[in-house]
T-cell receptor, first 110, second 114 residues
Framework: QQQVKQSPQSLIVQKGGIPIINCAYE??????FPWYQQFPGKGPALLIA?????SEKKEGRFTISFNKSAKQFSLHIMDSQPGDSATYFC?????????FGKGTKLSVKP | GAGVSQTPSNKVTEKGKYVELRCDPI?????LYWYRQSLGQGPEFLIY????????DSGLPNDRFFAVRPEGSVSTLKIQRTERGDSAVYLC????????????FGPGTRLTVL
């Protein structure tokens, strides 16, 4: 049973567009929801994270929206740039190891 | 400051051989995690250390996999009798402690079993 479901699998947007990546989770005990960015051949890099007591968090061009009742959260990238082209992973945890989604490959066209 | 480092960056071995993968966490981080990432998938948890002890090894796929962290800093993931299905990128992450969830990943070791 997949505990964190991520969609879409891939996404193509034009420069300046706002890609949105969605995740849904099963376990209501999860209390930490990070997003990671991964470039080919590199390890995942922490982008932004949220806890379930807030509905939205912004850091620079990245925003997490969190819906506790629906058990869903999403990543929005404002004014996307070709340099944002990477694979993005959502994850969830309950104070320990992270459980990751399967990833979304984002391509931002110039 | 230095991030998490892992060595080697690439390891090619033959089926049945023994391999060791090393992780150097961020200085002062007491929590250390190993994950495995197969092609096109998200990382999957293997084992977690708090200090020197393995606090959670529920993600290890079988008894061919073992990890140690004898002095509470560097960790080594050991795989015996490697199989082709073990081929993946092995990632190490560290955090200040278990209660602070921010985990910082190393670049990974790409293991190829021929």
């Amino acid at each position: 049973q997949q505990q964190v479901k991520q969609s879409p699998q891939s996404l193509i947007v034009q420069k300046g567009g706002i890609p949105i990546i969605n995740c849904a989770y099963e376990n209501t005990a999860f209390d930490y929801f990070p997003w990671y960015q991964q470039f080919p051949g590199k390890g995942p890099a922490l982008l932004i994270a949220i806890r379930p007591d807030v509905s939205e968090k912004k850091e620079g061009r990245f925003t997490i929206s969190f819906n506790k009742s629906a058990k869903q959260f999403s990543l929005h990238i404002m004014d996307s740039q070709p340099g944002d082209s990477a694979t993005y992973f959502c994850a969830a945890s309950r104070g320990g190891n992270l459980i990751f989604g399967k990833g979304t490959k984002l391509s931002v066209k110039p | 400051g230095a991030g998490v480092s892992q060595t080697p960056s690439n390891k090619v071995t033959e089926k049945g051989k023994y391999v060791e993968l090393r992780c150097d966490p961020i200085s002062g981080h007491t929590a250390l995690y190993w994950y495995r990432q197969s092609l096109g998938q998200g990382p999957e948890f293997l084992i977690y250390f708090q200090g020197t002890g393995a606090a959670d090894d529920s993600g290890l796929p079988n008894d061919r996999f073992f990890a140690v962290r004898p002095e509470g800093s560097v960790s080594t993931l050991k795989i015996q009798r490697t199989e082709r299905g073990d081929s993946a990128v092995y990632l190490c992450a560290s955090s200040r402690d278990r209660g602070r969830n921010e985990q910082f990943f190393g670049p990974g070791t790409r293991l190829t079993v021929l």
